[in-house]
């Protein structure tokens, strides 16, 4: 089956901006690209990629189908059902018929994700409990599991069966049921900034963040553990390795440019993260999740 390109959305927002000189007109311009790359048995597996600029939150949009969306590079807002969310390449959400959301871009700059839209006989089985509107964490295991998904849906979508769909959509599915969301408050917002700051840059130390958010850099490890269940140490190199993933998915030739790229010490420590990662090598992970042929 070959792929098919779609922009869906393409929005051009205009803001008035007053200036001592006078009024100034600043242009947004956001766009979606879904590229279908799978599509049968109730399933499609589409490459999602958002080139924006910050113009503050989208208007409101529905979906018409369930889907689990992972999130693969960049982090955005997402408002769903009252709640906001923070999204980067640790986190998942999920979609569902009628349930509105509306997208704040932090930041300049692309974000790509995968989503797997779903058929209601297909999902709705799994549904005992209603699917929590915020974002969720993604596990090692199914982040490189969703990732071997889609390279083989860009190489060879044929090859694609449902159950390896619906298994990986079962055990998020399993996970997020359980997922309960704290009313909003300042800690978390502190650490919804420090995710989109390390999302941004991982190469920001403790100092910089805790200046960012105005902490001291003891509170501020404390409760990003809560938060977060991990160290920013570990949430930073989880990021990292998550970006080197998605790099050696498109063919990155060179782990040594791959390294500095992405604040590693060297190939050997970027090697070591990713390992810990994703449970292999990226020599091994070269050819697992290479998207051509």
């Known amino acids: 089956m070959r792929s098919v390109v ?5 929005r051009l927002k205009i803001l008035a901006r007053f200036a001592p000189a006078g009024r100034e007109k600043t242009y947004a311009l956001s766009m979606l690209v879904k ?16 080139s924006a600029a910050t113009g503050g939150w989208s208007e409101p949009e529905t979906v018409s189908s369930y889907g689990v969306v992972f999130v693969r590079s960049g982090s955005f807002r997402r408002l769903s059902d ?22 704040l ?4 700059g692309d974000g790509r994700c995968t989503a797997i839209e779903l058929a209601p006989e297909l999902v709705e089985p799994l549904l005992h409990a209603a699917l929590p509107p915020g974002a969720v964490p993604s596990p090692p ?103 080197a993933l998605e790099r050696i998915g ?23 993260v990713v390992r810990r990662e994703a449970g292999a090598p990226p020599s091994t992970l070269r050819e697992l999740l290479r998207f051509g042929a």
């Open 105 to 108: 871009h932090s930041r300049e």
């Open 141 to 243: 295991f199914v982040d490189l599991e969703h990732r071997r998904l889609l390279a083989l849906a860009h190489r060879a979508p044929a090859e694609i069966a449902p159950e390896q769909v619906m298994t990986l959509v079962a055990s998020v599915v399993a996970q997020a049921v359980a997922v309960r969301h704290a009313p909003d408050s300042l800690r978390r917002r502190a650490v919804d900034t420090v995710r989109e700051l390390l999302t941004a840059d991982p190469r920001l130390g403790l100092l910089a963040l805790a200046r960012q958010v105005a902490l001291s850099p003891y509170h501020l490890s404390r409760i990003f553990a809560a938060e977060t269940g991990q160290t920013i140490s570990n949430y930073r190199n989880c990021l990292r390795a998550r970006a």
């Open 35 to 50: 590229q279908r790359l799978a599509e049968r048995d109730g399933f499609a597996v589409v490459d999602v990629r958002r």
């Open 6 to 10: 779609q922009v869906s959305r393409f």
């Open 82 to 103: 009252g709640v906001e969310s923070v999204v980067d390449p640790t986190c998942l959400y999920f979609e569902a018929p009628g349930r509105p959301e509306r997208i």
């Open 250 to 272: 498109e063919g990155e030739g060179s782990f040594a440019r791959m390294a500095a790229d992405l604040g590693f010490a060297d190939h050997a420590h970027l090697t070591r």
